[in-house]
């Protein structure tokens, strides 16, 4: 196990050789998140499946919101918190070790939702041996774990808010029978992997109420 120094989006931070090397394209969902921050009600953002933190604190890093970031990996959840320390970001950084599935409390709500959850078929990760099997197996069909994501996103999305999920490729988004009242409005597509933007269908299809973020 090893420390490892690396740069995103301008942003001097670390990681550690036990998770997924940080992809340099996925500044592009940074920016993304970013550039919704200023469009979706007020309320803290929260991540999935954040491996070192370097999507979401990026995305954050120019706004005073609160960042719940998610990943069931202990070294995940320490090296989110080097990094939130290393950009002054730790007062507003929670960091929760766990399943996605359990540590979302049932009355929290979010103003946008970032998920970067593994999305290759189990019987494709031997393609990708220096990559942590934890990282990218996404069971038999590659959306185990996307669908999870999106489940809590159906529960803990605010009227408005807004998802970013980062999934391989389109045809994987359009395999993800979503829940209802959770729409697909945008998908953009990069060399390596997609990103699909989801919101509720309409203001009454989400479960959580305005005004009940926390
Ligand atoms: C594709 S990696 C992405 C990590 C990081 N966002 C990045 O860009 O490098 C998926 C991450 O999801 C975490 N993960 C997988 N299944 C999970 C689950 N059920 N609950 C929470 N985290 C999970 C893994 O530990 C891993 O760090």
Redo the contacts with the bound molecule.
């Keep these: 196990m090893a420390k490892v120094d690396f740069t995103f989006a301008g942003h001097d931070l670390v990681?550690d050789d036990r998770?997924?090397?940080?992809?340099a394209w996925?500044q592009k969902?940074s920016a993304w998140a970013a550039d919704l921050l200023s469009q979706v009600p007020e309320g803290p953002v929260l991540?999935?499946?954040?491996?070192?933190?370097?999507?979401g604190l990026a995305a954050l890093r120019q706004s005073e919101r609160r960042l719940v970031a998610?990943?069931?990996?202990p070294v995940?959840a320490d090296t989110i918190r080097a990094n939130a320390e290393r950009l002054g970001m730790a007062s507003r950084v929670e960091v929760r070790c766990?399943?996605?599935?359990q540590?979302v409390a049932p009355d929290e709500c979010f103003a946008l939702v970032i998920a970067?959850?593994?999305?290759v078929p189990t019987s494709g990760v031997g393609r990708f041996p220096e990559d942590?099997r934890?990282?990218?197996d996404g069971g038999a069909d590659g959306l185990t774990?996307a669908r999870?994501c999106v489940a809590v996103i159906a529960e803990h999305l605010l009227p408005w808010g807004a998802a970013l999920l980062?999934l391989g490729t389109r045809e994987q988004v359009g395999s993800l029978d979503l829940p209802a009242g959770l729409v697909v409005v945008e998908v953009r597509e990069y060399p390596r992997g997609v990103l699909a933007r989801l919101v509720p269908a309409g203001a009454d299809q989400v479960s959580c109420a305005a005004g009940s973020s926390r």
């Design positions: 990681t998770l997924l090397e940080p992809r996925t969902q991540e999935l499946c954040a491996g070192a933190g370097h999507i998610v990943d069931r990996e995940a766990g399943d996605l599935s540590v970067d959850p593994p999305w942590p934890g990282a990218i774990v999870q980062q």
